[in-house]
């Protein structure tokens, strides 16, 4: 099982250590506020009122001891920097923290944290993307240069096999699974016929994924 801290409990904060309790990971939340501790303490594996800003309440908790860290102190820059030195110093082996814009990210990394996100940021990014294609159900941002999206089916595709597509040497794009209703077909083989109603979870650069759009 795999254990997770986190650090404050914003919306972000709440949301993430729920989900995860919910995918049977080991949870222990740390926040200075009392109600908030108290709202989540049913949720989670362990909820704890304390200063992530103090190393000693870190350390006492067991902070190293977790196979990763969430600094959800998205508010203020101050405390998510201090409670992210103070994790890293005492070897938490990832850390993960949320930013409220570019520099805080950026502060962040230089700090040594190994992820940093922006949940408003890439919310609006995906959205954005979903929106201004018509055709994409869905899309998941890997890199700048490089997603995954859920399209329906091309017309020019319907009725032939993923072999005769060659998409990947034509397109240079992966069909990593097709959804057909409630049942997917991971890694479909190359001898499946794509039916009309098939949406195509597809990935490749952003420049090879906007052909595929098009089609």
């Excluded at 908030?36 to 000693?56: C, H, N, P, W, Y």
């Amino acid at each position: 099982m795999r254990s997770y801290f986190v650090v404050g409990l914003g919306r972000f904060g709440m949301e993430v250590a729920r989900r995860l309790c919910e995918l049977g990971c080991e949870v222990l939340v740390l926040d200075n506020n009392h109600e908030l501790v108290q709202q989540i303490s049913g949720d989670v594996t362990q909820a704890v009122v304390g200063d992530a800003r103090d190393k000693e309440v870190l350390r006492a908790l067991g902070a190293a001891d977790f196979d990763c860290a969430i600094v959800a102190i998205g508010n203020s820059l101050s405390d998510s920097v201090l409670a992210t030195m103070n994790l890293k110093e005492l070897g938490v082996p990832y850390v993960v923290c949320k930013a409220y814009d570019e520099v805080h990210r950026q502060v962040l990394l230089k700090l040594g944290a190994d992820k940093v996100v922006i949940p408003e940021q890439e919310q609006a990014n995906r959205l954005a993307r979903n929106l201004s294609s018509h055709n994409v159900l869905d899309y998941i941002e890997l890199s700048d240069a490089c997603g995954i999206i859920e399209v329906p089916a091309p017309t020019p595709w319907v009725g032939k096999t993923l072999k005769e597509l060659s998409v990947r040497a034509k397109l240079g794009v992966n069909i990593i699974a097709v959804k057909q209703g409630s049942h997917i077909n991971v890694s479909p083989g190359a001898d499946y016929e794509i039916t009309l109603g098939d949406v195509m979870v597809v990935l490749g650069d952003t420049s090879a994924l906007s052909a595929v759009q098009k089609l």
